[in-house]
């Protein structure tokens, strides 16, 4: 089960770098014309904002299963350090909410659906 939750992690971690890449690509160097291709629609849709959100929901995927495996190995870990495990992963969740929160309030209107 580790070592299915250390290549989730690996995945999650991969696909962050690449949407990083592919959207810094298109918002400083270049536009990236993806009508033709197949599974790329979402290049033209990531603006800044957008991005924020999707590392923030990586960001909180990570570290849900960074706690789960925390969780797996409870016996053998400080109850202290299992609180600040919790109190950390509850930071980037709340982080990620307030950043979703204000991105509606801000942007929703500038937008199309």
Known sequence: M???????????VGSLIVMVMFSDYENFVSRIDAEGTD???????????TLKLKVAAS??????????????????????K???YVILHMTFVVSAVLLGVLNKISFAAHREH
């Open 39 to 49: 599974g790329l629609g979402w290049l033209g849709k990531l603006d800044a904002a």
């Open 59 to 80: 960001i909180v995927a990570i570290s849900s299963i960074h706690l789960l495996r925390v969780f797996m190995d409870a016996q053998k870990i400080d109850n202290d």
């Open 82 to 84: 299992i609180m600040w």
């Open 2 to 12: 580790l070592t299915i939750l250390a290549m989730i992690d690996i995945v999650l």
